[in-house]
């Protein structure tokens, strides 16, 4: 099959890191894979560019933005160059544009928000107008369906596909009693993300388990609430404990050296990042919401309202004292989310 991809702007985020997995996975096992965007390749992509390169996969991104009519165009001249025989639009605004043009290639619409976007009344009104050009509608979660049931209706074929891992790529590291206590937590800069919890968390934290570092990587989505996380550090004095980073590419590695991983996400759909800590044997302190509640049972997960500080704080203290330990993600791997995906696009195909 030849398979295009199209996402909104190639950066390190969730709906991005997946589309980028899937096309080398359906690269690898013969397909003709094409990645493409509506905005620009950030800087932050391009380890990631480097590996779809690496892996044969066409990368098709615009040179600079451009507006609605410009944006059409480019996504015109994708599909001349992909010729594909489906193609997957990873998220909302990519799904508009795949179905606004007069094309014949399946399109499967596939949901990623934490948020609903339909409690927006423009997206809702489009999805209205648009819903019949999707072939499928695909949610990483269950609740991404019951939105879109709840503002747009039923479509005739709707699937959950839940993100799945390379787990391959994630290893449980030896314990290195010389190495200081790291917390980090993964996740672009933005208050449904809720760093700002995990820093007084995190000092609350430093009163049992005062050699402690806690380490915050993610794509800068809102400078402003970036700010306020970088002068809650300082304003706590915890300049010397709490690193407050840009994005990183290296995740794998990154949770080697983790102690413990925190997501105190106030909404996920079904969130890539908390896969690979798992897959990673970290010890995890994460939100009680309802995307995290699979791994409720899962040794060394802690699900909490991470909103109570206190509580916060010592749940990771206790986190902090737990070893690494394997965890089984049967369902969750990349090779299963893959294989759904493959089933899915071989059954469009068939019968178009």
């Not at 992509?45 to 991104?61: E, M, S, T």
């Not at 908390?274 to 899962?298: M, T």
């Amino acid at each position: 099959m030849r398979i295009l991809h199209l996402v909104l702007t190639p950066r390190l985020s969730g709906a991005e890191m997946l589309a980028k997995d899937l096309a080398i996975h359906q690269q690898s096992h013969g397909d003709t894979v094409c990645v493409s965007a509506l905005m620009p390749q950030q800087d932050d992509f391009a380890p990631l560019r480097a590996q779809l390169d690496a892996a044969g996969v066409r990368c098709l991104f615009p040179a600079r933005p451009h507006k609605l009519p410009g944006r059409l165009w480019h996504l015109r001249g994708v599909l001349r160059a992909c010729r594909p025989d489906i193609l997957f639009a990873h998220a909302t605004i990519p799904a508009f544009y795949a179905r606004a043009l007069p094309s014949r290639v399946p399109v499967v619409y596939v949901m990623h928000s934490a948020a609903n976007d339909f409690e927006r009344k423009l997206f809702r009104n489009v999805e209205r107008l648009l819903s019949t050009r999707a072939r499928a509608v695909i949610g990483v979660s269950q609740g991404n369906l019951r939105d879109y049931i709840g503002a747009v209706g039923e479509h005739p074929l709707m699937a959950v596909i839940p993100n799945g891992v390379d787990t391959g790529r994630f290893f449980i590291r030896p314990a290195v009693p010389a190495r200081a206590p790291l917390v980090v937590q993964v996740g672009r800069y933005a208050a449904i993300k809720n760093q700002l919890q995990t820093v007084l968390a995190f000092r609350e934290a430093l009163r049992d388990v005062p050699d402690a570092r806690l380490e915050m990587y993610g794509v800068i989505e809102d400078p402003a609430y970036y700010a306020e996380v970088c002068a809650q550090v300082s304003g706590l004095g915890l300049g010397d404990k709490v690193w407050v980073n840009g994005p990183q590419n290296n995740v794998p590695e990154l949770l080697a050296s983790a102690t413990v991983f925190a997501m105190p996400s106030a909404s996920e759909a079904h969130s890539i990042a908390f896969l690979e800590a798992l897959a990673a044997g970290v010890p995890v302190v994460a939100s009680a919401i309802p995307a995290f509640a699979f791994a409720r049972d899962y040794p060394g997960v802690q699900l909490l309202d991470t909103g109570d500080a206190a509580a916060y704080g010592a749940a990771l203290t206790r986190a902090l004292a737990q070893p690494r330990m394997a965890r089984s993600l049967d369902g969750l791997t990349l090779n299963d989310t893959a294989g759904q995906y493959r089933a899915l696009a071989r059954r469009l195909v068939s019968s178009a």
